[in-house]
Every structure is written in C-alpha cells, then in structure tokens.
C-alpha cells in the first residue's frame, strides 16, 4: 500500500519519513511548488522544558524525544540548552517561569556571563534549561526532503498530483474543511543579522507584555520572534509587531539597535481548542494536525505514534 502524505510541512515530512523508515512506500503532495508554511517561520527550540509554562503538560511530554530524533537524522542540532532572563523590574515574570517549569536552574550574573559572554553585566537572574537543544527548522526541512529522496519517496510540490494510497492529512489550516475545531494563531518574527552580537544558544527575554526569544543561527542571524495573535489574518508583519519584537531585541543586547533585518515573516499555525496536537481519524482518512507553535518538538512523537497505530493495525508489517 502508498500511503499519500498530504502537506510539506513538518508534520507531513516527520510522518512521511518515520513511514519511509518502516519500509513504506511513501508520496508526499504539497500543492506549492516551494512549500513555505508556518514551519518556515518556526524558531526550532526543541524546549519541552520551557514551553511548560504555558503549554499543556501533554505537549512537554510529547517533544522530550524531539532532539535525539532530530540529531539522527538531520544536521545543525545543537545541544546548549536555553537561557531564559528577564530585566530586573520585571524579576516577578522569572519567579513565576521557575515555578510553572522544571528542568532548570537559578544561574546569577556570573553564570550567565559564562553562559554568554555578550550578556555580562546585563541580568542579574536567570534560569537555565541545560536539557534543552535548537535547530535551523528551513535546513532541518530541507535535509528530510532530500533524506527522503534517498529512501524512495516520490515528492510532488504544485504539481496538482491526486493521492494514490491511504491519505495522511497533515496540511494544517489547510484541512479546516474537514478538520473540525481548528483555529488559527499568527505568528510574526524578524530575522536580523548582526556582527556584533554573539549567542551560542537560544535566549529567552521574559516581559509583561510581550516576551520573546532569540534564536542564534549561522553566519551572524538571529531569528526573532514571536507574536501570538489569535487571527486569521495572513498578511505581512504588521508594525506595531515589529516594533516591539525589535524593541525587545534591544532590550536583550544594545547592539541588535544596528543589525540588519534580513527578513520579516508571518505564519498562521493550526491549533485546537487545548492547544494539544493529535491525530484523528475519521472513516477513511488520518489526520495529523493542531500542532500550534510546537511543531518541531512535538512532530516526531506523533509520527512514531502514527506508525504505531498503523503498525497495530496490520498496516504496516516492518515497522522500525
């Protein structure tokens, strides 16, 4: 049997990958020719830890894998953990983190100067998730295209190709028609460019009004982000967005005040009600979908489990 996945996005080529490795055949279908979804947009913090002050317990317990799944099969995992700060008028948003999280600990100006150097003397807290890892999501999606190139899978970007086998939906807002309770949450970030700022790991700025991270990649860029605004708007960067996601930035390191913006960008990410990605079935198909603004951590876990059931099903007799 083919199994037609439907959607290039992270959640389509986790899928099509983990039932490419059970010995499946296995076609993806995205009607872009050069997909660019939301996971274009994504950070790529692999930060179970972390995202449990505001996601359900659930989602952490989802994407504990995600790096070790991710190291093995892609390149440009990197495993420095997170550092999360926050100024000092604001040390109420860093109690408050601490509490809701685990996996971290108290560091003090000293250890966060050893951490990062470019932010000594800057933050007197923090806390540090030592556990955690990131990734560059565009070479992440890129590697398992072509990694599934090599493993046999036929790939079909705008062309207009009809499934042949067993549908596996992961087309995120896409599938609202038959996806019920799917909503949208945009999502903007900013990629700067900057010679003289330094981070070996992603850095977590904590305020009142409008946290965000900042997530160092190659050759001196830093994605910036993100917004979370409940609209299906998907438009560009709006102003008042950028201007407090740079502000922010500013706040983290002086310096971001003379980086270069590289790039703004805007995503809708799918979610349901709970914010808890799932896979649903309905008569014939299966759906992968709601994966919010986890889909990198919580991804791989979902495609294991797709083959799992599949595999406890009989559909797939050589699962890895």
Do not use: K
């Not at 947009?41 to 989802?62: D, H, I, K, Q, T």
């Not at 790991?201 to 409940?230: C, K, S, W």
């Not at 560009?236 to 407090?244: G, K, N, S």
Request: glycine share 12%; net charge negative; proline share 6%.
């Amino acid at each position: 049997m083919t199994f037609s996945v439907l959607g290039a996005g992270v959640a389509g080529l986790c899928c099509a990958t983990m039932l490419a490795e059970a010995g499946l055949e296995v076609e993806v279908i995205d009607s872009q020719p050069d997909p660019q979804g939301a996971s274009w947009f994504a950070g790529g913090m692999l930060a179970p830890f972390c995202e449990g002050e505001s996601a359900p317990a659930e989602v952490g317990r989802l994407g504990r894998d995600a790096a070790d799944w991710w190291a093995a099969r892609v390149p440009g995992v990197v495993r420095a953990g997170t550092l999360v700060v926050a100024p000092p008028r604001d040390g109420a948003e860093l109690t408050r983190f601490a509490a809701r999280t685990e996996g971290n600990e108290q560091v003090d100006a000293a250890r966060i100067a050893a951490l990062e150097p470019e932010l000594a003397g800057r933050f007197e807290r923090g806390l540090f998730f030592a556990g955690e890892a990131h990734l560059d999501p565009r070479v992440a999606m890129v590697a398992l295209i072509d990694r599934l190139r090599g493993m046999g899978a036929a790939l079909h970007f705008g062309e207009g190709a009809a499934p042949q086998g067993q549908v596996i939906d992961c087309r995120g807002l896409a599938a609202r028609e038959v996806v019920p309770g799917l909503r949208a949450v945009r999502g903007e970030m900013i990629v700067l460019r900057s010679a003289d700022v330094s981070l070996s790991r992603p850095v977590r700025l904590l305020h009142p009004r409008f946290p965000l991270y900042v997530v160092p990649r190659a050759d001196g860029h830093f994605m910036i982000g993100a917004t979370m605004v409940e609209s299906d708007h998907d438009g560009p960067v709006t102003a008042r967005a950028a201007m407090e996601l740079l502000s922010a930035a500013f706040t983290l390191h002086p310096a971001f005040a003379e980086a270069g913006i590289v790039e703004l960008g805007a995503g809708l990410r799918p979610a349901f009600a709970d914010n808890i990605p799932a896979i649903r079935y309905s008569g014939d198909g299966i759906h992968v979908n709601g994966l919010y603004r986890h889909g990198f951590l919580t991804a791989p876990a979902l495609a294991r489990q797709l083959v799992a059931d599949l595999t406890q099903s009989g559909e797939v007799r050589h699962a890895s």
